[in-house]
């Protein structure tokens, strides 16, 4: 049974973001002078503003975006930057998504991690200094069911101030379950707005239901959830440009109806894993610097979130530039903390360093790494 559709569904179906990202496309270099003139002035970019950002012509002055860029995010963030790491708790799956190494049906060995175990892989990242934990799982009901997950929370409250989840989407009543157990955020990437897309490659599962996963959002804010991580997978669709303006539309719609709720987001690149799954199109190194400058400057106060799959001079420049929060050390496997080869995993990761090297990373750049929950106010 489908899923009705929330408040953001119908914001969508208003936009025609492939005809904005072709208008965008178009844009010649004296359009783009003239939104980075208008965001100079203190003007508040539009989705259009934001399409010819992400133009060709933009790329050609890449430099100058990354530069406004950089002003935008330290007048917002200042120097801060949040370290958390995945926990894979589970990569138990009932849904097939041909893109996923954890996809039903795939020969990878299956672990679902004890609350206890969940607890000796946290105890593990706690002692590297993280105070920000992200819950990660395939979509199984009965392994991971919402009894379960709330055991895993309760358990790891007096550990980490701030608890992720990264797993199925729920209902309001498990959301605020969750929440009561400690819950602070929820991540659930669309991966892609473009409706018939998903159903290409959301080949069967919970998660074909686009409008469930979608309204997912407003549910968990409804409920208490403080944090929302939003994301798209880049490779998935071949219009990058449209799958990035809807994510700004929906960041920009959650930001403002639950105002309260800081809104998080994420544009990773497909990784090799067991799905084999090519990438239907390549987004480059230098259009990858270009997305994120361009949100940047579209929507201020968005964290910006850059996982390990992406190799350590992407992140160490990108954090100079836009992103704001940053995993380090991850293993994608259940139990791959302390018993690493012993399930599979989800994707490979690019960047290998551990933890305290990333740190001393930011710390060299002159950032101060965040190991707990939150920014320090920066005055703006
Ligand atoms: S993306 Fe999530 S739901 Fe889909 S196969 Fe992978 S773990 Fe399962």
Known sequence: MSTPPGQFSRVLATLDLPGLARAGERADDAAVRA??????GGGRLTLADLAVLLSPAATARLEELATAARAATLARFGRAVRLFAPLYVSNACLSSCTYCGFAKGLPVVRRTLSVDE??????????????????????????VSADYLAAVVERLRPMFPAISIETQTWSDDTYARLVAAGLLGAVHYQETYDRARYREVHVAGWKRDFDRRLSSFERAAAAGVRRLGLGVLLGLAVDWRADVLALAAHASFLSRRYWRTEVTAALPR????????PPVVEVDDAEFVQIHAALRLYEPDLD????????????DGLVRIAVTTMSAGSSTEPGGYSRPGAAGEQFTISDERPPAEIAAMLVAAGYDPVWKDAFPLVAT
Do not use: K
């Open 118 to 143: 969940a607890e000796a892989e946290a105890r593990l990242l706690a002692d590297r200094g993280f105070r920000h934990v992200l819950l990660v799982s395939g979509e199984h009901r009965i392994e």
């Open 270 to 277: 497909i990784r090799p894993n067991a799905a084999g799954f």
């Open 35 to 40: 939104v980075l003139d208008r965001h100079r």
């Open 304 to 315: 910006l979130s850059l996982s390990t799959r992406e190799p350590p001079a992407m992140r």
